[in-house]
Structures are given as structure tokens and as C-alpha cells.
């Protein structure tokens, strides 16, 4: 599904963010990225969904090099992918029906898919109730989940989510966690990048931890194992 | 595409120059003011090359040359002429030539001339040429006069002179206010969009994460850049049609001879509308695409 081979990020300003760096992820893993402020879990995150190049290295995603890929063709990857962010990252002028639906009517669904997969999604998320309101009158749980029924909603294979529960309540994290698991169980590969290591605990999932731009450990969830 | 998403765009664009509007009012507005200038200018010149389109016919200049200069002398006289840039096909009559032409222009009364072939011939050599630009007249005379062997030039009036460099010097004001205007508009159109892409930065990220082509991305702007120059287009054209007419109808009224004359010479707007309309619609939509497009593609790293 993932595979990153000996992968190095240099930013323009010198920066080493990630130092060949390698790792693979399988098909319908659930896979938390752990790891210090600056190690280079977002860099992680921007090269998997082709918002950077690495400065060496190969990336494949679904047997695709995405380093290769025509910069025409990356909308059509971005596609395949649902991402989330830490701030949400909602229209605040559109309501949460339109937020979702904004996903597939800038990539050409006919409308009368939109009118099916919109209210089956937000029930899916727990927010059949909560069509019609503004991101503003929402708790950050709530808005977060707009995000990810957004992220979701054009059925991708692989959910990216950077420190999705960041601005929640723990109560709130658990439950989005909890959410991601059920998306999971029915076969979306999920990565996820947090701190909080209490979430991370409660999960049996498999745990990598990133410093310095290099995997440090690599843990199965079941007794686990290192790397180096 | 899919017609479906076309009307989503066509919205898309709509809405950017409502949520815009200050922005949008200010660029219709500079835009208005551009194509109204350049409009006023056309039509000035238009007029201008109408009412002094016959002046520019008169513009034969004849050398008197000193009465004994030969033939051969005379080949020499017309190579400097030709040399001269403003000078056309200069056309040499020696006394005989110039005599034979008076005669014959007057007709039955030619025999007042009988007997002054020869050494009594009292006509001198000529030349006979045109001036290719007639607000050059003074200076080309000059040269002419200036030439060994020609003894007095004769030329259209001054007033020909005076008449022509005004036209010129009216159709370069016109050129460098187009060019001017047209830089103006462009830098407007360029900001306007320049706050609409700032405006819709948050959109448009999210559209480049859930992977909305290029092309999507663009194409409301594109829509805003056309309808703002069109809409722009249709007020300019409106409003000079509403002055042109004005103006046309004032000098109708003024009791002037002269003016009476100049006005029965004057364009009328419905003969030039179509044309300008569609110059005005072009160049608007032209300037209003043309600047998102560049500047879309400056301000929008997609
Ligand atoms: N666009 C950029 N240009 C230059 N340097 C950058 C850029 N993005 C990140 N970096 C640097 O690269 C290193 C890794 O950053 P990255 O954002 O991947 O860390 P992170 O693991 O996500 O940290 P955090 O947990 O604080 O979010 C940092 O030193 C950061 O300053
Ligand atoms: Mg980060």
C-alpha cells in the first residue's frame, strides 16, 4: 500500500527533515506515526500525499511512484486520498453539508451521487442532525468529524489524518480514534500522526515513532518489535 | 467537463465579483474610464481624418528651376530631389514641355501664346512632385528650395501643414493613451484578482487536497476576468453613446456656418457602433482574461 524507500527530505532553507527514511505499510493497516516536536512527522505526512518531493528517495502508494507522477496526474491521485488536518480546515461560510460536499463537486461528481453520499456519510460520522449548521456552532469533536466525513467521502483507500484530535477534548479524541477504528475495520488504510500518547495506549495498533527524520521503532501492537 | 460543473463555475466566478464587489465596483470602474477615454479618442481622430481627409489630397508642389538650366542639368536637380525622403515621383518639364501644357489648357484662347517658342518662351523648367507627409510641408519646401538651380517652390497651403500635424499628433496621444490605459486596466485587473485568490485561499487549498484539477481551480477566475471586462465593455459603450450624442446635438444646434459644415461632415455614432461595440467587448474580455490568467497563475501556486 505505502512504501517509502530510503527516502531524504532537505527543505530550501537546510533543513534535514527526513534522513532516509524507510518503511512500508500494508493494505487496511491502522498505523499511528508518534515522535518529538520537529522530527519530521509532517514532512511524513506532505510527501505521502504529494505535497513535497523528496530530495532522494522513492515513494509508491497503491504500486504508483508517486515521485514520478506528472504534476497533471496528482489531482487525480489526491483522489484516492482522504486527509485531515489538525485545524479542521472547514469553509466557515458553507454549512456542514456543503463543506462535504465542496470534496465532490470540485472533482466533477454528478450531482445526484453528491445528493446519495453526503447524508450517508454524515450518518456515518454521527452528524445526520447537524446538516444544515455553520462550522462556527460546532464543537471542535464536531467539526473535526465534518472533516473527516469530507476527507471520507469520496470512498478513499488510504485516510491520512495529521494530529487530527490536537484542538479536541480527550474524551473527543477517543472517539474520533474510536471512529477511525470502524472505518478501518471495513479495510481504509489509516495513518495517523499524534502526540498523545494515552490514545496511542488505549489502541492495539501498530506504532511507529519518527526522530530525526528516521524510523526509531516500529511496534506491531502485539509485543512488537525494533528496528536497529 | 461536464455541463453540470460548467454551471458550477460559471456561479463560482459570479459570486467571486458579488463577494468582491468593492474590488469588482473599483475595477469596472477604472476599466469604464479606460475604454471611455480610448473611445473618446477614436472617435476624435475619426472625425478628425474626416473632416480633414481633403486637405491631405492637395498636396502637389511645384519648383520653379532658373530659366537656362538644360536637360542635363535638370537629371542632376531631379536626383536630389529623389533623395529627399518626403519627395514622390518628381516629374521634370522643360520650357518647351511648359508651354505646350498652358497652351493646351487653354483651349481655343492657345494662340495668345503664338510665338513665344524659343528664346521668347517666358516659362521657366519645372518640376512637378508630391509630398508623401504633409506635416512635413515647411521643411520639405525648404529642401526643395534649397537645391541648386530651383529659384521659388510653390506648395499647399500652411494651413494643410498646421491641419495634418494635429491629426498626427492626435492619433500618437491616442496611441500612447491606449497604451497607457491598457497597462492601468491590466494592473486593476491584476489586484482584483490578486484579493479574490487572498479572499479564497482557504478554498482553494482545500480544493488542491481533495484534487480538483488545475483547471477547475482557475476557471472561476478565468469567469470573473470575462465578466468583468464585459460588463465593463457594456457601461463604457452605453455612456459614450448617451455623450456622443450629446455633444453631436449641440453643435447641431449651434447657428455657426463654419460649425454647421464642420457637423455635416462629422460621424454619426450609429455608423461606428457596431464596430466599437465589438472592439470595446473584445479588448474588455481580452485585458479582463488575459489578467487573471497571468496573474492567477502568479498569485495561485497550484
Ligand atoms: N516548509 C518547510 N520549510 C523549511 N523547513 C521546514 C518546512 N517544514 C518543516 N520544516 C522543518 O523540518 C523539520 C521537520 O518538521 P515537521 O513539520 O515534519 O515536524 P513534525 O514532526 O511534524 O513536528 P510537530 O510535532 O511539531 O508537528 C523541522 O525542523 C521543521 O522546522
Ligand atoms: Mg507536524
Redesign the interface.
Known sequence: MIEFVNVSKVYKTGTHALNNFNLRVDRGEFVFVVGPSGAGKSTFIKLL?R?EKPTSGAIYVNGQDIVKLKR?KV?????T?G?VFQDF?L??NMNVYDNVA??L????V??REIRNRVPYILGLVGLAGKARSLPEHLSGGEQQRVALA?ALV?NPSLLIADEPTGNIDPDLSFEIVDLLSEINKCGTTIVMVTHEHDLVREFNHRVITIDEGMVVSDDRGNGGYYLE | MKIGSFGYLIREGAKNIYVNRLMSFASIGTLVACMLLIGSSILLSMNVNQIVGYVEQQNELTAFLEDDVTDEEAVEIEEQLREIENILDPVYLNKEAVLKEQMSSMGDAADLFEGLEGEENPFPPTFRMHVRDLSLLTSTIMKVSDIDGVVKVIGPDSVAEIVTSLKKAISQCGMIIVGVLLAVSLVIIANTIKITVFNRRKEINIMKYVGATDIFIRLPFFVEGFLLGLISAMIAFGLLWVGYDYILRMISQNPSDWIQQTYASMIQFKDVAVELLCWFAGGGVGVGVFGSMVFVSKYLKV
Open positions: 500525499m505535497e497533471r489531482p487525480y491521485f489526491r483522489r486520498l486527509v480546515r469553509i466557515p465542496f470534496a463537486r470540485v472533482t466533477n454528478p450531482g469530507r469520496n
